[in-house]
Each structure stands twice: as structure tokens, then as C-alpha cells.
């Protein structure tokens, strides 16, 4: 099974929507890596973290069967990262969904009343359901795999989170839209041994930005930080994602600046095996 990351930017994507900074230009003349969609990620067929307004093009460009979705997991109700109006589509007479097919939305209170005022607070009509998620409780998905939210430091107005999977006896933490962990989120991944860790690298080459999203340095000392405390499997892969033009370091300066951390620069497309 594999983890794939649909996007890798920020809120404004990049190019950033209206700007012409040296990122956003050299965005637009390299392409390829350079060009990222707002940060999601899908684990298979049938479990996606995250709905931001770029799905609908993610789906097109991955060939990904959303038809085949059970599982949507929110970190947060921002709206990079959740776009409820577009499940709206799922209502007869515009999608044909069979009765059968639930896809259950995993996310904290404001995420739950969001899409409740975007389905006219009709789950079973648009055949969806909603679980509260709470930092520290496991949640059952498909095919035996298990995530399990953690306290992110991100929007202190709602209970953010980022997941730990657990497939096929593997883990992987997917840390974005977080500044340093939270005491409580380090208490608990002491508990596990980590194969992939994908970390928050939104503040780019910004070296004082360690609340709410993490710069390039903050990434290495978090890395480290798990290694030094056995959170890491020695031969693990740590990815940074989530980026933004702000940031200041295109795909090629962000990977001249981590290679020699032994760090990988995610981009819209990686595919990562579990």
C-alpha cells in the first residue's frame, strides 16, 4: 500500500495565487517539483487525509477513484486543508453513489459543524458520517489499519491534529500544519518506533519559526529530536512537506539544504510503499 502525497504546498499553493515573487516566477519557468497543490495525502484507495480545494484536480492528475473512499481524516477546518462544499456532489442528481457506500469523515467539533452546514445537516442523504476525533484514541480504518490523532501546535481555536498510521505492522506519521510538538504528542510517539515521518517545512529557509508550522532548521531538530529519544527506526525516511513560496528556497535549494541531513523534500506525486 502505498502513501502518496497529492500536495505540497501551503494555503496559497505555488505558484502563489496573484504573486510574482523570485519562487512563484521560477515556479512557473521550471515546473515539475517546483509546482505544488495545497498538501493532502491518500493512504490506497480508500483513506485520504485531508480535502483541500485542489482534490478535484489531484484526483485527475493520480487516477485516484474517490468513488472508493470509506475514510476522509481531517487535521483542522482550515481551508487549505477542508473543502466540505465539494461533498455536497455526493447527493443524488449529481453523483451516483450506491446506498451501501459510506464514507465516514474523521475530524475535531468545528470540522463535524462545517460539514453539517454544507449538507443541509443531512449525513444519510449524502451518505456520510462523521467521528469526532480526540488526540490519543486509535481509529479503526480498512484492511487492518489503524490511525491514531495527535495534538498538533497549529490553531489553538480548534483542536488541530496531524495521524499516525499503523499498516501491516509499519508506521508512518504524517506531521504537517504543526510547530514544535505539543509535550503530550512526544509522550505519546515514545511508545512507537517510526519507519517514514513526514514533517511540517512550511516557513522554508526562515529560521525563527517554530510555532504553528516549522521552518527547515526546526525540521532537522525534530528529527533529531526522535532519533535521540528511539521514536525513529535507524533506517527510517523522514520527508519535509507542506511548503510555502514564503519560504524563499525553491525545490532544488530546499534539497541542497536537506540532503546533507539525510532528509528527503516531498513534491505533489511521491509515492512512499508501506
Request: glycine share 8%; aromatic share 12%; net charge negative.
Amino acid at each position: 500500500m502505498d502513501f502518496l502525497i497529492c500536495g505540497s504546498a501551503a494555503a496559497e499553493g505555488w505558484p502563489a495565487l496573484f504573486c510574482d515573487c523570485r519562487c512563484c516566477v521560477e515556479a512557473w519557468k521550471r515546473g515539475g517539483k517546483d509546482v505544488r497543490t495545497r498538501t493532502t495525502y491518500q493512504l490506497g484507495d480508500t483513506i485520504r487525509v485531508d480535502f483541500g480545494p485542489d482534490s478535484y484536480a489531484q484526483m485527475l492528475r493520480f487516477q485516484l477513484p474517490f468513488d472508493r473512499l470509506r475514510h476522509l481524516l481531517v487535521t483542522h477546518s482550515h481551508q487549505d486543508h477542508w473543502h466540505p462544499g465539494e461533498l455536497y456532489f455526493r447527493r443524488p442528481g449529481f453523483s451516483v453513489v450506491a446506498e451501501e457506500n459510506i464514507l465516514t469523515v474523521h475530524g475535531n467539533a468545528r470540522v463535524g459543524e462545517t460539514l453539517l452546514a454544507a449538507i443541509d445537516n443531512d449525513l444519510a442523504y449524502f451518505r456520510l458520517d462523521f467521528h469526532e476525533v480526540r488526540p490519543g484514541e486509535w481509529i479503526s480504518l480498512d484492511n487492518g489499519v489503524r490511525a491514531l490523532p495527535l495534538a498538533a501546535d497549529h490553531d489553538r481555536s480548534e483542536t488541530c491534529v496531524f495521524y499516525l498510521f499503523e499498516v501491516d505492522g509499519k508506521f508512518l506519521l504524517q506531521a504537517n500544519d504543526t510547530g514544535w510538538f505539543p509535550d503530550a504528542t512526544w509522550a505519546m510517539l515514545r511508545d512507537y518506533s517510526l519507519d517514514v515521518v513526514v514533517l511540517d517545512s512550511t516557513s522554508g529557509s526562515i529560521k525563527d519559526g517554530k510555532h504553528g508550522h516549522m521552518g527547515c532548521n526546526w525540521v532537522v531538530t525534530a528529527r533529531d529530536q526522535m532519533l535521540k529519544e528511539g521514536i525513529l527506526k535507524p533506517e527510517h525516511r523522514c520527508i519535509a512537506n507542506h511548503f510555502s513560496h514564503n519560504g524563499g528556497w525553491i525545490h532544488e535549494e530546499l534539497e541542497a539544504y536537506y540532503a546533507p541531513h539525510g532528509i528527503e523534500v516531498g513534491y505533489d506525486g511521491l509515492r512512499i510503499p508501506l
